[in-house]
């Protein structure tokens, strides 16, 4: 199981403690935000709720997987460029000359760099919730059209 484990980037995003009144006492759990990717265009994002913490990674993985997306790529960055909005989070995407690197923030960086996109320059507005800047950032991934289409 090792070796397909190895073939996938895995990051952690977020975790959160939530908590809920019930009779018998607080009810606690904890929901974890995780990317998925292969480094090489596909990416995934889960999020996964259990009461301890590896359980809830495990869950989120998984959908995860089973949730990728392709991204399309022009050699080491994306084709062109979007300004995405999802909910409060806004997201603008740009490609970048070879060896620009990955100029992004905490929760944009983790998407980007698990699709396997070496160059770009991004910018995460409207609100610093990494959940919402994880999945604008997806849409934005989702929403890349193919260099041949872009020319056209």
Not at 35 to 54: M, N, P, S, T, W
Not at 57 to 72: F, G, L
Not at 75 to 96: D, F
């Amino acid at each position: 199981m090792d070796s397909q484990e190895s073939e996938y980037f895995e990051r952690v995003v977020q975790v959160n403690r939530v908590s809920k009144k019930t009779k018998g006492g607080d009810k606690r759990s904890l929901s974890v935000l995780v990317v998925v990717g292969d480094q090489k265009g596909r990416v995934g994002v889960g999020l996964g709720k259990a009461q301890e913490v590896q359980s809830a990674v495990r869950k989120a993985t998984t959908y995860a997987k089973k949730h990728m997306i392709s991204v399309p790529l022009k050699g080491r960055t994306i084709p062109h460029t979007i300004l995405i909005k999802k909910g409060a989070a806004q997201v603008l995407l740009k490609p970048a000359p070879i060896g620009t690197g990955v100029i992004a923030g905490g929760a944009v960086r983790v998407v980007v760099e698990a699709a396997g996109i070496h160059d770009i320059v991004s910018k995460a507005l409207g609100t610093e919730n990494k959940a919402s800047n994880v999945y604008a950032t997806m849409e934005a991934l989702s929403r890349l059209k193919p260099i041949k289409e872009v020319k056209r």
